[in-house]
């Protein structure tokens, strides 16, 4: 069967009031719901950058984004659950031949959370390595298949050891219940653990040469997808969400406008110059939040277009710009559950969950300001930069 990128986003946006009508349920489960989850994966979204040769898609970083926008006006959870997913296919697109054949050739797609962490220890072995640990942020992994799961691991000649990313069966990975937290409850994001599990060579790839953009994948097939740079990938991966949430949020608002009355007056707050200026600017600042997403997704896809390795200098600039965009979504949901008083609070109004899942999306690592800050500021100084981006 072929599909468009157009069709299979028509696909998603179709699936939006699902995920709306479920966000309460997913919250309250602490996990995105089964039967949503399934029909995400019914669509065929798992399939997006998985080789074509295998039949995936290879579809592109535009559509990618316009996807993860749509289900985050839905429920930024269960959206921040399923892009990850689908990033995570691309992850698996850069292992070798032989990894793919023994996935993909087997299955369409993997349903599976990576932690790039390195919490997990590997140990050589004839024909593979032994891999132990624990790692936080398992999103994906109450629907998961797979996991994978990064592990320091010895280098033949040398004394540091590579942080590699290896590719775990679901049934050899163990769910700690570790997820109560304020915001993004329905991700679903526990613990998860290995416990001395065998993994073959084949299914280890060096997240050292993945992050340089010289991992197998990328020279085993002609395609500029697999040959994009991995870190800003992923800031576009968990960023798609947080402007969807900023885009509805203002339609939200609107609406609220039309029917609230101003305590002590008898004026709809859509009649009030002020909370018109202020509608304004939150859909300006959602607006450009978006426009610069997409602007960010094609001067990546540009980078695997062209061939050419990205620098540190760019990766770090890169992730400082994915930060801010994540930054003006936050401010431009504040924004508006200030404006629409203390209504937006209550928990049946989707605006304070809005709040919430920003809030605590925005500290994911990859958003951290201060440190992108700091090395595009050295690098302006003519310093050198002195952490991986």
């Known amino acids: 069967m072929t599909i468009t990128e157009q069709e299979l986003l028509e696909k998603v946006e179709a699936l939006v009031p699902m995920l709306e009508a479920h966000a309460d349920q997913a919250e309250r489960e602490r996990k995105p719901v089964d039967e949503v989850m399934r029909a995400i994966e019914d669509a065929g979204v798992y399939r997006y950058f998985v080789p074509r040769e295998y ?82 942020w398992g999103t994906g992994i109450m629907h998961a298949d797979w996991a994978l799961v990064g592990a320091l691991t010895p280098v033949e000649g040398s004394d540091k050891p590579d942080l590699c990313m290896f590719v775990v069966p679901i049934k050899d990975v163990e769910i700690i219940d570790t997820w109560r937290v304020a915001g993004m409850v329905a991700t679903g994001s526990n613990d998860i653990a290995v416990n001395d599990v065998f993994v073959p060579s084949h299914l280890m790839q060096s997240a050292t040469r993945m992050r340089m953009g010289d991992a197998e994948g990328g020279k085993v097939r002609d395609s500029y997808l697999y040959r994009m740079p991995m870190l800003p990938v992923l800031g576009l991966t968990a960023a798609a969400p947080a402007v969807g ?19 002590g007056t008898r004026d709809k707050q859509g009649e009030k110059a002020v909370a018109q200026h202020r509608l304004a600017m939150a859909a300006l600042g959602a607006r450009n939040a978006e426009i610069l997403l997409m602007q960010l997704a094609r001067e990546v896809e540009s980078w695997g277009k062209r061939g050419e390795r990205c620098s540190e200098e760019e990766k770090g600039f890169l992730r400082l710009r ?38 605590t999306l925005s500290c994911h690592t990859v958003f951290d300001t201060d ?19």
């Open 55 to 136: 039949g995936g898609y290879e579809f592109g970083m535009e559509t990618f984004m316009q996807i993860g926008m749509a289900l985050g006006g839905g429920c930024v959870s269960t959206a921040w659950v399923t892009t990850f997913c689908m990033e995570h296919n691309w992850l698996m697109a850069l292992y070798g031949k032989e990894a793919q054949d023994d996935i993909f050739g087997k299955q369409p797609y993997i349903i599976a959370p990576g932690t790039l962490a390195p919490k997990g220890t590997a140990t050589p072995v004839e024909g593979g390595y032994r891999v132990t640990g624990r790692w936080e």
């Open 245 to 263: 949430a900023a885009r509805k949020v203002v339609q939200l608002f609107a609406e609220h406008m039309r029917s609230r009355i101003v305590y």
């Open 322 to 359: 994915i930060g801010d965009v994540v930054q003006q979504s936050r401010e431009v949901v504040r924004h508006v559950v200030d404006a629409c008083g203390a209504h937006a609070h209550f928990l049946e109004s989707p605006l304070q969950r809005f709040q919430r899942d920003l809030s």
């Open 371 to 389: 440190v992108s800050g700091e090395q595009v500021g050295r690098s302006l100084l003519g310093l050198e930069m002195n952490m991986p981006l």
